[in-house]
């Protein structure tokens, strides 16, 4: 694009060889591919005029826009040694729901809570396969977040959208998780390996997105490993809540280490809908149909 508009800009050259001077057109096999840049600009200094018209087209804008949002994706995508069976895990768009009338309340019409994506999850399990041949799905990201201390977790939570036939086969409670794998660090452990995971509270609205749901302030969390088998926060027993958990982690020791973040769900009930917005700390992860963008809490 940079090169279709240089060519239209004529520059005279000053010559060094006595009075002499030429007037040269710059056009776009004297630009290197990618040399110019954002701040060889001035601002204000390319004006319409100056672009030849059908250079820059709506595709080739879009093409630009969409290559922005899948490396936006980064190092999010499924987690192959945390997946069981088939499950499918995408970006896609929406759901969006019309308006539901009465009685009253009403629900109005909705889209995802942040763009007009979500990540929509399905996964096989009770009652509809044997048991043992239930799935299991980890979508997630095994890099940024590694070596990040979990004690620095202040915020956390998503947003879910779930459906009938998910209440009616696994219940209300029957909806995704977050997970977060660690190095707990726990004195005198021997295995210090876990997966700390949040359950949400149950939903008993489908076909509709959630409001934010706090995993700080509500629902339950549940370490798995040794040093959690057999405590409050057991993921086996009635866990615990966010706070009793970092209470455990705070041992005196170094510091639980992130290994990994992730949306998870199985090996339990079979499960079809979406999650959106999932925030850990000052960032919302935005999962669009063209990529993971990153937002500011709203």
């Known amino acids: 694009m940079r090169k279709a508009i240089l060519a239209c800009v004529v520059t005279a050259l000053v010559v060094g060889v006595g009075t002499a001077t030429a007037a040269k057109l710059i056009t776009s096999g004297d630009v290197k591919n990618n040399t110019l840049k954002s701040p060889d600009f001035k601002n204000g200094g390319i004006k319409k005029e100056d672009i030849k018209k059908g250079t820059i087209t709506r595709d080739r804008l879009n093409q630009q826009v969409k290559a922005q949002l899948f490396a936006a994706s980064g190092h999010w995508g499924v987690i192959d040694r945390n997946t069981i069976g088939s499950p499918s895990a995408s970006l896609r768009s929406g759901p969006a729901t019309p308006e539901i009338a009465g009685p009253p309340p009403s629900i109005p019409a909705q889209a995802p809570p942040f763009g007009t994506g979500s990540l929509n999850l399905i996964v096989s399990g009770a009652p509809t396969v044997p048991a043992g041949q239930e799935e299991k799905v980890a979508y997630g990201n095994e890099f940024d977040f590694v070596g990040d201390s979990f004690a620095d977790v202040t915020a956390v939570g998503f947003h879910l959208y779930t459906t009938p036939e998910n209440i009616s086969g696994g219940g209300t409670g029957n909806l995704p998780s977050i997970t977060f794998e660690v190095d707990p660090n726990l004195t005198g452990v021997g295995d210090n390996f876990a997966s700390l995971v949040f359950f949400p509270e149950p939903i008993l609205l489908p076909l509709v997105w959630s409001d934010y749901i706090d995993a700080t302030t509500t629902g339950l969390w549940g370490g798995t490993g040794d040093g959690f088998t057999g405590t409050p926060c057991d993921i086996d027993g009635a866990r615990c809540t966010f706070a009793e ?49 990153e937002r500011t809490p709203q």
Not at 249 to 272: E, H, M, Y
Not at 278 to 287: A, E, H, K, P, S
């Open 245 to 293: 958990l970092q209470d455990q982690l705070d041992d005196g020791g170094d510091p639980p280490l992130i290994g990994s973040v992730a949306i998870t769900k199985g090996r339990d009930n079979s499960f079809q809908g979406a999650v959106d917005g999932l925030r850990i700390n000052d960032t919302v992860y935005d999962f669009e149909e063209t990529g993971v963008l």
